[in-house]
């Protein structure tokens, strides 16, 4: 499922997220509210992420993959929201988000997750 490397996106054209906009939980960000973000992000990078059922035997909940030439996130559609989380943010860390708004919870998130 993974390519390895580093993916190029195009610049950001959007405006930047309100600083609020992730919403505080415990100190931290509510994994609902971290997963939507990071979809959101995926979005904005031309990713798409899919939720589908994989295989309960894999060992793996998700990844990224190119599909005809443009980047996929597959994600467990069973997996716990924390591991959807990290599923995701391993899969967007391999990519180059220097050009796009990311909140500075997300951009850290990431980092750790690289």
């Known amino acids: 499922m ?7 996106i195009q610049p950001e054209s959007r405006p930047p997220l309100p ?3 992730l919403g505080a939980h415990h100190g931290g960000v509510a994994p609902e509210d971290m997963l939507r973000e990071l979809e959101r992000l995926a979005r904005r990078m031309g990713v798409e992420v899919r939720f589908e059922e994989l295989d309960p035997r894999a060992s793996r909940r998700g990844g990224v993959c190119k599909l005809r030439g443009s980047a996929l996130v597959l994600i467990d559609s069973r997996a716990a929201t924390l591991d959807k989380v990290g599923v995701l943010c ?4 391999r990519f180059d988000v220097e050009a796009v708004y990311v909140p500075p919870l997300l951009r850290a998130r990431l980092e750790r997750a690289g």
């Open 2 to 8: 993974d390519g390895g490397g580093t993916f190029p």
């Open 19 to 21: 600083s609020g906009a």
């Open 90 to 93: 391993e899969a967007l860390s």
